[in-house]
């Protein structure tokens, strides 16, 4: 069974306190590795997708790695806006298309 | 371009009763889905169609829960009679397929159904 597990839960940050978020995750052959933002009260917002190991995609911030068993999301210097639930998701190849999710790690970044 | 467009945004409403969920996906994506998120976790997918046909329902609780897109366009979640523990953020997303690689998968605001 496929399976996405985030951490940490939560995380608290002082402004420009650079740091990484962790996405372990184990399927049936990898289509591809989604990060998404989710604010309070609003729908998952699209940041990533990745699709091999050694593939990086930055995004002012944000960077996103990926190796065979796990993806980072590097914050570079956040600021307070960058506050918001990151979650990874995980598609299968075989044509399921859908995306496994982790519950997800809490930003709180600090002026 | 137009994002996913769902309503209501919020509904409360008394156990046993009946509730309806809308969704417009985003021009040109033939591929919806609609998925469950409780509170402190990610989404779970309920179904998902291609056009009009409804190709994984597999998690779709199919005594109560409901679900239609006629002319593959928009889509209609229907739960009847609504229990207690359905209430969650009911999420719809949108895919353009075909894309050599994994879909993106774009996300509507949301519903949030509380049940009482």
């Known amino acids: 069974e496929d399976q996405v597990t985030q951490s940490p839960e939560a995380l608290r940050l002082q402004e420009g306190e650079s740091s990484s978020l962790n996405c372990s995750y184990t399927?049936?052959?990898?289509?591809?590795l989604f990060w998404y933002r989710q604010d309070p009260g609003k729908g998952p917002e699209f940041l990533f997708t990745l699709y091999s190991a050694g593939e990086e995609k930055e995004k002012e911030r944000l960077k996103a790695t990926l190796t065979k068993k796990e993806s980072f999301l590097h914050i570079t210097a956040p600021k307070p806006e960058d506050s918001a639930t990151y979650l990874c998701a995980v598609q299968a190849q075989g044509g399921s298309e859908k995306l496994v999710f982790g519950k997800g790690t809490k930003l709180t970044v600090n002026p | 371009e137009a994002g996913v467009v769902q309503s209501p945004r919020y509904k409360i409403i008394e156990k046993k009763q009946p509730v309806a969920f809308w969704c417009n996906p985003i021009s040109g994506h033939n591929t919806l889905y609609w998925y469950r998120q409780n509170l402190g976790q990610g989404p779970e997918l309920l179904i998902r169609?291609?056009?009009?046909?409804?190709?994984?329902d597999s998690q779709l609780p199919k005594d109560r829960f409901s679900a239609e897109r006629l002319k593959g366009v928009d889509s209609t979640l229907k739960i009847q009679p609504a229990e207690l523990g359905d209430s969650a953020v009911y999420l719809c997303?949108?895919?353009?397929?075909?894309?050599?690689?994994?879909?993106?998968?774009?996300f509507g605001p949301g519903t949030r159904l509380t049940v009482l």
């Open positions: 169609y291609e056009n009009e046909e409804a190709v994984d």
């Open positions: 997303a949108s895919s353009r397929r075909g894309q050599a690689q994994g879909d993106t998968q774009y």
């Open positions: 399927v049936s052959g990898l289509r591809g």
